[in-house]
């Protein structure tokens, strides 16, 4: 856990309010047919509203989004998000969304007050998912906001929900042993 | 500052003195519910990771409520590694086909879930044990993580409270007001709140209207709009009636006169007719006049939201010495299995039975995706189920209308949605003892 990347540089990609999880981040066929497999969700990421996306990006950019961002509790989107090596920083997310984002293991923030003010498409961002340093190199704006909490850090640098029931259970196994 | 109910409760779950809404805590829950659908994945998972013990076998209960007739070869294959699974872990509380019913449901009302519990359940309509006074959280998938370890990383919610005033009209159910709640509670609503993963309290000395059943069916329509739980305080009169059935001791837990409630609201209960939600969501309910007159094909009371006794006694009141419609199928499924015997014994089956109404085994029944009386491409329902989006009860060019049980039992004898206000034997019932 502590050689994980907590802090991503890249290109911003800016969102408005209210992007719904099926049918923007990613088609509705892949949320209904429960997929999880990242090679076959990574070509359809916000492919109904952006087609191409996946192409232009890179490890280490940043989905800067307003408002209620990915309705729902399904984890799709931010599969193939955390397996492009994206961060992703919100105004706000319904609960469960960012629930499922952690547990996707997604660097993830949400909270951030108007955050979609001080970006554009396309501008060269600096974030630090564990201490919520927020710079904004092209415009020369820094910001704090709210970290990803302590104890969901273990969860995402473990790789989601499932990497860290696996970690959990070795750690168990070999203390019996 | 002292602590909401739920802070509460949470609190004691967690070996905390106290807590406050946005604190993340590791709670202990007193029992954990799986339903039946997520049994095999689950299994699957654990087995996969080398997990073959859960954290304490003896706290889980498994119920089998979505897929109660097998209506598929898959769900058959189902249930065999439900089976295994149970057996595998050492299960013993597992509620199989025709034993418990729908496990929002049958869990409390057989005393399992006690007024102060915490417990988790995969489920989000866990919110029902709110009716009686303790907190369920939903876990979905993560429910692997509460089997093999028996906690959960938990976000402690924010409570809004809301005071209910006013007098329930005849004619309007409980599940009107619930579904007045969402959509006046939903994102953008009119109270101008936002109730995701809040939990919403009720209070006010209204509720006495409301029976542990009527408390019920106002717990199911706010979790569509998000709200993460509702609370409502047990009265006395309440906890006499759960006395009764309780299979352990409780104490029941009430929020602190200075807790800090995110925001403070009144619904004047008094104004509110029959409402419908429209297709898409429960919390995008309207006045039945918006509909009324629409023809049916299809109409279903139960689910988790409307299958207590009592809604099947408002069933029964307009059904009786009345025929279901002609080009109409009426399916009535019993939340439990104990409804279902009752129904039987107070002459109930018999009047749906006469009416030409289809009961169903208990459990969610076609509100699980249609996977037992479903709905066809061009066909308009109009049901108790918990929730309606596109698709839900079968193909997705069907309009799938939410009310109460008065109302679609209404509009199964008419054929059409109707208002219950024009059944004169509804209206007369509820003046002589509201329900």
């Known amino acids: 856990m502590n050689d994980f990347k907590w802090c991503l540089t890249g290109r911003c990609y800016r969102l408005g309010h209210d992007v719904p999880h099926a049918g923007a981040v990613i088609p509705v066929r892949f949320v209904a047919g429960r997929n999880v497999n990242p090679e076959e969700l990574i070509p359809y990421l916000f492919h109904e509203i952006d087609p191409g996306f996946h192409e232009g990006a890179q490890a280490g950019d940043i989905i800067v989004t307003g408002r209620n961002f990915g309705m729902g509790p399904k984890m799709n989107g931010y599969i193939a998000m955390q397996a492009l090596g994206l961060g992703l920083v919100c105004e706000s997310m319904p609960f469960l969304a960012y629930r499922a984002a952690v547990g996707c293991g997604l660097r993830v923030l949400t909270d951030c007050a108007d955050v979609t003010k001080y970006v554009e498409t396309g501008d060269e961002l600096e974030v630090d998912f564990s201490t919520g340093d927020f710079i904004n190199h092209s415009r020369g704006l820094r910001r704090q906001f709210s970290p990803l909490p302590e104890t969901l850090r273990e969860i995402v640098a473990l790789g989601g929900n499932a990497g860290w029931l696996k970690h959990w259970w070795e750690t168990r196994r070999k203390e019996a042993s | 500052m002292g602590m909401t109910a739920v802070e509460k409760i949470l609190a004691e779950a967690s070996g905390a003195a106290s807590l406050k ?6 709670p202990e829950p007193q029992i954990v519910v799986v339903h039946d659908f997520l049994i095999p994945p689950s299994k699957r998972e654990l087995d996969a990771l080398g997990i073959t013990r859960l954290f304490d076998p003896d706290r889980v ?17 189902f249930g065999k590694i439900i089976r295994q699974a149970v057996a595998d872990w050492g299960i013993k509380q597992f509620y199989d086909v025709g034993q418990g019913g729908h496990g929002h449901i049958f869990l409390a009302e057989r005393g399992i879930v006690r007024p102060g519990m915490f417990l988790f359940d995969n489920d989000r309509h866990c919110t029902n044990h709110g009716a009686y006074g303790a907190f369920a959280l939903r876990t979905g998938a993560e429910i692997t993580r509460v089997l093999a370890t028996g906690t959960l990383w938990t976000m402690v919610p924010k409570t809004i409270r809301m005071a209910i005033t006013g007098t329930l009209q005849p004619g309007v159910f409980a599940r009107d007001i619930g579904l007045r709640m969402a959509t006046d509670l939903r994102y953008g609503g009119a109270c101008g709140v936002d109730i995701d993963y809040r939990v919403l309290e009720l209070t006010g000395s209204a509720l006495e209207q409301f029976s542990l059943d009527a ?32 299979r352990g001791p409780f104490m029941p837990v009430y929020s602190d006169p200075d807790a800090a409630f995110e925001a403070e609201l009144e619904m004047d209960i008094s104004g509110i007719g029959p409402q419908v939600a429209l297709t898409g969501a429960s919390d995008k309910g309207v006045d039945i006049s918006h509909i009324e007159g629409t023809p049916i094909h299809h109409a279903f009371i139960g689910s988790c939201g409307s299958g207590k006794y009592e809604d099947l006694v408002i069933a029964a009141a307009v059904l009786k010495g009345n025929r279901v419609a002609p080009g109409v199928r009426f399916f009535i499924t019993p939340g439990t299995e104990d409804t279902t015997k009752r129904l039987h014994e107070e002459g109930l089956s018999e009047i749906f039975h006469a009416a030409g109404a289809i009961l169903l085994p208990a459990g969610c029944g076609p509100c699980f995706m249609g996977n037992m009386a479903p709905v066809y491409e061009g066909e308009v329902s109009v049901s108790t189920a918990s929730t309606n989006p596109l698709g839900r009860m079968g193909e997705k060019g069907c309009e799938l209308f939410l009310a109460s049980p008065a109302t679609v039992a209404a509009s199964a004898v008419s054929g059409r949605v109707t208002d219950p206000r024009s059944i004169d034997a509804l209206v007369k019932k509820t003046e002589e003892e509201p329900l």
């Open chain 2, 21 to 26: 809404a946005g604190e993340i805590v590791y």
């Open chain 2, 61 to 77: 209960i498994i119920v089998t409520d979505h897929a109660v007739l097998y209506s598929s070869r898959q769900e058959a294959a």
């Open chain 2, 215 to 246: 408390r019920v069916a106002l717990c199911s329509s706010p979790t569509e709009a998000r709200a993460v739980g509702v609370f409502i305080p047990p009265s006395e009169e309440m906890l006499t009636e759960i006395r009764a059935a309780a």
